[in-house]
């Protein structure tokens, strides 16, 4: 079987206790990998190591760093396949969706190595003095992650931490850390000195804490649910460390009667099943106008019925399992209560039947109609294959509905009007806003949440910018 060992000072290391885990395939439960599992002296050694190269990694011309990020993307375009394989294994993503993944990842690290080039400062002339403005980086930074994009999510960390000459460790889902240690050991393979890049595995409340709380780490990069990062912002506020905090989210998408219905329609079911519906920024709330509402429904769910649902290593298949039975359940319960308040399932809404699906946590995307804000997964993230659709009429009540959560992290706007896209996006509080696009992923453009969905933005000059410190250095002449 696979064996997933932990890298520390550029080492592939056992961890202290000795103990390992075996990763089970969530379509079918057969062992995937065996994973060693850290402890808080192996994240203190990790850390260690990250501090000992961090002078001279710090030192290195950007020119160096930049060449070894591209060389390092390039190992990964090489490793593809492997890589992915071993991504939809662990948790279920269908292997076109995995491979699309590790790709994004190196194009990240491509990014990453030429924003690393550009990090200019200021020169200021004030009379008799000089201000020289700089920015250097942080220090030893803590990368922790989720299971849903195990690979992509962590390349948005350690492409922008390596390029500002920060030294890093990282510390993946349990959930899902084969990918991911794959991905930073091609990385590592690009000729990294020793300890710039590590990573650890083990539970978030041992190995993860011992990252936010030692005092070595200056920063902690986190994804994953807003109750932890909640913990996490309390727990480094300690030694007022840096954070940012990618959160959880819960989209909505607005589809005026102005909109391409069919392009609408095709989006919808793209972002709120794909990859089971598991993605921070999924369509989670459909609002649509009450003239379209009967055109638009029917397309969703002609759509949904053309998905494939199997096992995710087949190349044709758009849907594998969902990532584990707790998360299977949580849908259950979400959709239950919404019928119980209610709504009306219009397709979906259990699990598929046949052989192939008997041992993995496969459901079928649902679709519902009649929904209204006192059920929850109008309210919390279901992280399930639902997509809930609701009427509106006029443009006050789609603002008031879309704004009416917790979370900002994305939201998408149909129509066919400039003039109202530009007038509803100004009004969404929403940190990313796709008008007629379904996805708002671009590495040139910063992504990150408004209120509860998070603090910080990725990607970008900004997500470079959120791993270095600025200093003031003032010449008198
Ligand atoms: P999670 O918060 O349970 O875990 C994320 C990571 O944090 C894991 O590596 C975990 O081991 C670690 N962790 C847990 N407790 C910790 C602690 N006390 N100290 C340090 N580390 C700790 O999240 P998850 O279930 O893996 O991921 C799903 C969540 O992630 C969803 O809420 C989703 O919306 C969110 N997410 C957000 C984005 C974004 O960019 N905003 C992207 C993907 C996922």
Redesign the pocket.
């Known amino acids: 079987m696979y064996r997933s060992m932990m890298l520390i000072n550029g080492e592939q290391v056992e961890g202290a206790s000795g103990r390992s885990e075996i990763i089970h395939n969530p379509a079918n439960q057969e062992p995937v990998a065996e994973v060693v599992i850290g402890d808080v002296s192996d994240a203190v050694r990790a850390l260690e190591a990250a501090r000992h190269a961090f002078p001279e990694w710090s030192s290195s011309s950007p020119k160096i760093r930049c060449n070894l990020l591209h060389d390092a993307a390039e190992i990964v375009r090489q490793r593809a396949d492997h890589i992915a394989e071993l991504l939809t294994m662990e948790m279920g993503k269908p292997i076109r969706d995995s491979r699309r993944e590790v790709l994004s990842a190196a194009d990240s690290l491509d990014y990453f190595a030429e924003e690393g080039l550009r990090n200019t400062g200021d020169w200021i002339a004030t009379g008799d003095t000089r201000s020289i403005v700089t920015k250097q980086p942080i220090g030893v930074v803590s990368l922790?992650?989720?299971?849903?994009?195990p690979v992509e999510?962590l390349a948005w960390k350690a492409g922008p931490a390596l390029a500002a000459g920060c030294t890093a460790v990282a510390?993946?889902?349990?959930?899902a850390p084969v990918a991911a240690t794959e991905f930073i050991m091609a990385i590592n393979d690009a000729g990294l000195p020793p300890g710039v890049l590590n990573i650890v595995h083990g539970?978030?409340?041992t190995v993860?804490?011992e990252?936010?709380t030692n005092p070595i780490s200056r920063k902690i990069s986190?994804?994953?649910?807003?109750s932890?990062g909640r913990?996490?912002m309390e727990a480094a506020a300690r030694h007022l460390k840096r954070v940012s905090l990618?959160?959880?989210?819960h989209a909505p998408m607005i589809v005026f009667d102005d909109a391409d219905i069919d392009a609408a329609a095709g989006a919808c079911v793209r972002r709120a099943f794909g990859n089971m519906g598991q993605v921070?920024i999924s369509v989670n709330r459909v609002y649509v106008d009450d003239a379209i509402a009967d055109d638009f429904t029917e397309k969703v769910i002609r759509r949904t019925l053309d998905l494939r649902i199997g096992n995710p290593l087949d190349p044709e298949v758009d849907l594998g399992p969902m990532v584990s039975g707790a998360q299977r359940r949580k849908t259950v319960e979400h959709i239950e209560d919404a019928l119980r308040k209610g709504a009306r399932l219009l397709c979906g809404g259990r699990e598929p039947e046949g052989d192939l699906f008997a041992k993995g946590y496969y459901f079928m995307p649902t679709v519902l109609s009649d929904v209204d804000h006192t059920m929850r997964m109008m309210r919390e993230?279901t992280?399930g294959p639902v997509a809930p659709i609701m009427r509106f009429s006029g443009e006050e009540e789609a603002v008031r509905l879309a704004n009416d959560t917790e979370y900002g992290?994305a939201a998408y706007i149909y129509t066919d009007s400039m003039r109202r896209a530009i007038r509803i996006s100004e009004r969404i509080e929403a940190g990313s806003i796709g008008v007629n696009v379904g996805s708002v992923i671009d590495h040139h453009a910063p992504f990150g949440?408004w209120k509860q969905?998070?603090i910080g933005r990725e990607l970008s000059h900004r997500g470079l910018e959120e791993y270095m410190e600025i200093k003031h250095i003032r010449l008198g002449l």
Do not use: H, M, Q, R
């Open positions: 922790i992650t989720p299971w849903n994009y999510l510390k993946p889902s349990s959930l539970s978030g409340d993860g804490a990252l936010v986190f994804t994953g649910e807003t932890t913990w996490i990618e959160l959880g989210g921070c993230e992280f992290l949440g969905s998070g």
